[in-house]
């Protein structure tokens, strides 16, 4: 079982990390971290105002514009990156035993992510030494053409709740080598990995104000995006939330990354094992409780085999075991917080209210009396146009929606305000790569829940703008400037190291 306090992980949760060094909040408001399997108290941080987060984006516009920082080499920058990584990996204990307290992954889960972790950044210290920063290029007007690709700016990175750790360090570690500095703002539910990373910040002597961590809510973060000084918002999180900071970005034209919601096809066809595909929707429907952007939720299966699979599934599921994330037997444990075991009990109801057939799940486990589990639950004979089908529930609810034909089955995963994740189930190597080329999806898989943040992972429509990870999450975080020069000059000037002439 967890502690009841979370307090020996960080040092300092009543305080900001600003300018370098840790300071006293503008007011005495406190955020608590309530822990989702006892429903108590894991953390109580600091409750970021307006003037904190002034404060903090302050520190990091002078640091961007008058610090050592954005003027670095890349290959000083990458050595920052490898200290981070390094004091990263003798802190992955506290990650991964702080986080099943935040929003209730099993210990075996975010022990993996945490030791994950540290390649992210030593991966992007090594794009220093093989990434095009500038470019020499004949110039059509004559003379020496120079592309240079320069750090963006101030940037506001906005975490969600589910998966903190691990998305915090796909946009802190291309936003550090491109030169940028930033502004941290954790969500209140999950703010242990931000304070750590502030911590390592400090242990290595990273130059003031490259970053800065205020945790906030939602109306001291907005004041974050409207704020002219910051030149970027990197933001995971909800649709709803996504649209508003775009708009918000779009009155000012600041940069904007988005790595919206999903409502993931797969598609079954007629030549895959229906019990193998069952074991493959099962085991990546538990994985954090099914609160992941780029979960599974639509299985769309070949009409006469719809049956087959909903068996198979609700059998699968049937032997997940729920219970405290702390516990090596558990499978699954709770969702996050109270209001999203409400959200996803009312998505249940309206299923059922709408004629989908309930197969297994549906409800809190009898034998758990404190915390928000939820059964992972399974839908059959689902219209694809009914709420259950078209909305992101963010819990461990799939909807089976039978189709008929390559063409229905791509029609039907189309056919929705998302385009985030999708996988093809099938033998036909061919027929796979053909249905996935039609699938209007950032990332598709074969034969299993396959997204991998090296090729670069977002969506299409409503799923977000832009990506993250690999070398197409390092360009947000770059500005690309045209230098013509007479080649008097071009021919006896050769490019500095970090890409400034």
Same mark, same amino acid.
């Given at each position: 079982?967890?502690?009841?306090?979370?307090?020996?992980?960080?040092?300092?949760?009543?305080?900001?990390?600003?300018?370098?060094?840790?300071?006293?909040?503008?007011?005495?408001?406190?955020?608590?971290?309530?822990?989702?399997?006892?429903?108590?108290?894991?953390?109580?941080?600091?409750?970021?105002?307006?003037?904190?987060?002034?404060?903090?984006?302050?520190?990091?516009?002078?640091?961007?514009?008058?610090?050592?920082?954005?003027?670095?080499?890349?290959?000083?920058?990458?050595?920052?990156?490898?200290?981070?990584?390094?004091?990263?990996?003798?802190?992955?204990?506290?990650?991964?035993?702080?986080?099943?307290?935040?929003?209730?992954?099993?210990?075996?889960?975010?022990?993996?992510?945490?030791?994950?972790?540290?390649?992210?950044?030593?991966?992007?210290?090594?794009?220093?030494?093989?990434?095009?920063?500038?470019?020499?290029?004949?110039?059509?007007?004559?003379?020496?053409?120079?592309?240079?690709?320069?750090?963006?700016?101030?940037?506001?990175?906005?975490?969600?709740?589910?998966?903190?750790?691990?998305?915090?360090?796909?946009?802190?570690?291309?936003?550090?080598?491109?030169?940028?500095?930033?502004?941290?703002?954790?969500?209140?539910?999950?703010?242990?990995?931000?304070?750590?990373?502030?911590?390592?910040?400090?242990?290595?002597?990273?130059?003031?104000?490259?970053?800065?961590?205020?945790?906030?809510?939602?109306?001291?973060?907005?004041?974050?995006?409207?704020?002219?000084?910051?030149?970027?918002?990197?933001?995971?999180?909800?649709?709803?939330?996504? !649209?508003?900071?775009?708009? *918000?970005?779009?009155?000012?034209?600041?940069?904007?990354? %988005?790595?919206? +919601? $999903?409502?993931? =096809? #797969?598609?079954?066809?007629?030549?895959?094992?229906?019990?193998?595909?069952?074991?493959?929707?099962?085991?990546?429907?538990?994985?954090?409780?099914?609160?992941?952007?780029?979960?599974?939720?639509?299985?769309?299966?070949?009409?006469?085999?719809?049956?087959?699979?909903?068996?198979?599934?609700?059998?699968?599921?049937?032997?997940?075991?729920?219970?405290?994330?702390?516990?090596?037997?558990?499978?699954?444990?709770?969702?996050?917080?109270?209001?999203?075991?409400? !959200?996803?009990?009312?998505? *249940?109801?309206?299923?059922?209210?709408?004629?989908?057939? %309930?197969?297994? +799940? $549906?409800?809190? =486990? #009898?034998?758990?009396?404190?915390?928000?589990?939820?059964?992972?639950?399974?839908?059959?004979?689902?219209?694809?146009?009914?709420?259950?089908?078209?909305?992101?529930?963010?819990?461990?609810?799939?909807?089976?929606?039978?189709?008929?034909?390559?063409?229905?089955?791509?029609?039907?995963?189309?056919?929705?305000?998302?385009?985030?994740?999708?996988?093809?189930?099938?033998?036909?190597?061919?027929?796979?790569?053909?249905?996935?080329?039609?699938?209007?999806?950032?990332?598709?898989?074969?034969?299993?829940?396959?997204?991998?943040?090296?090729?670069?992972?977002?969506?299409?429509?409503?799923?977000?703008?832009?990506?993250?990870?690999?070398?197409?999450?390092?360009?947000?975080?770059?500005?690309?400037?045209?230098?013509?020069?007479?080649?008097?000059?071009?021919?006896?000037?050769?490019?500095?190291?970090?890409?400034?002439?």
């Amino acid at each position: 079982m967890a502690n009841s306090l979370g307090y020996g992980i960080i040092r300092n949760p009543d305080q900001f990390f600003i300018g370098g060094r840790w300071v006293k909040p503008s007011s005495d408001a406190m955020l608590d971290v309530i822990a989702p399997a006892t429903e108590t108290v894991f953390l109580s941080v600091a409750e970021g105002k307006e003037s904190d987060i002034d404060h903090a984006v302050a520190a990091a516009r002078h640091a961007f514009d008058n610090g050592p920082w954005p003027r670095l080499a890349h290959a000083q920058r990458a050595e920052y990156l490898r200290a981070l990584s390094a004091k990263l990996s003798e802190r992955a204990g506290d990650i991964a035993q702080a986080w099943p307290s935040e929003m209730g992954v099993i210990l075996p889960v975010a022990q993996g992510t945490a030791s994950f972790l540290p390649s992210i950044y030593e991966y992007y210290a090594g794009l220093a030494d093989i990434f095009p920063f500038e470019e020499r290029r004949v110039a059509s007007t004559g003379g020496t053409g120079l592309l240079i690709r320069e750090p963006v700016g101030v940037v506001g990175i906005i975490i969600p709740w589910n998966a903190a750790p691990f998305l915090l360090a796909f946009k802190l570690a291309p936003a550090l080598l491109a030169g940028c500095t930033v502004v941290i703002k954790p969500s209140p539910e999950a703010p242990v990995a931000s304070y750590i990373m502030a911590e390592i910040a400090e242990a290595i002597g990273l130059p003031p104000g490259v970053i800065n961590v205020v945790t906030a809510d939602r109306q001291a973060s907005e004041s974050l995006v409207r704020d002219p000084r910051v030149d970027k918002i990197s933001f995971t999180g909800s649709s709803a939330v996504g !649209r508003r900071i775009a708009s *918000i970005c779009g009155e000012r034209l600041a940069r904007y990354t %988005l790595e919206l +919601g $999903g409502k993931s =096809p #797969a598609l079954l066809f007629d030549d895959y094992d229906v019990e193998a595909a069952a074991a493959c929707i099962s085991q990546s429907t538990r994985v954090m409780t099914g609160q992941v952007c780029a979960a599974l939720t639509r299985v769309i299966v070949e009409e006469s085999r719809h049956d087959a699979f909903v068996e198979a599934l609700s059998a699968s599921f049937k032997t997940i075991r729920i219970g405290d994330p702390y516990d090596p037997q558990s499978d699954m444990g709770p969702l996050a917080m109270a209001r999203q075991r409400d !959200r996803v009990e009312e998505y *249940i109801a309206k299923g059922v209210a709408q004629g989908a057939q %309930l197969a297994t +799940g $549906g409800g809190r =486990p #009898a034998y758990l009396n404190r915390g928000f589990y939820i059964e992972p639950t399974v839908f059959g004979r689902v219209d694809n146009r009914s709420v259950i089908a078209q909305e992101e529930i963010f819990g461990p609810v799939i909807c089976v929606i039978p189709a008929k034909g390559d063409d229905e089955m791509v029609k039907i995963a189309n056919d929705s305000p998302f385009g985030l994740n999708a996988s093809v189930f099938t033998n036909d190597h061919g027929r796979a790569l053909a249905v996935s080329r039609r699938l209007q999806s950032g990332s598709v898989g074969h034969n299993g829940f396959h997204v991998d943040p090296t090729l670069g992972f977002g969506g299409f429509k409503q799923s977000g703008v832009g990506r993250e990870g690999g070398i197409e999450g390092l360009l947000p975080y770059l500005e690309s400037k045209a230098v013509v020069m007479d080649d008097a000059i071009a021919s006896t000037t050769k490019p500095h190291a970090a890409g400034v002439l």
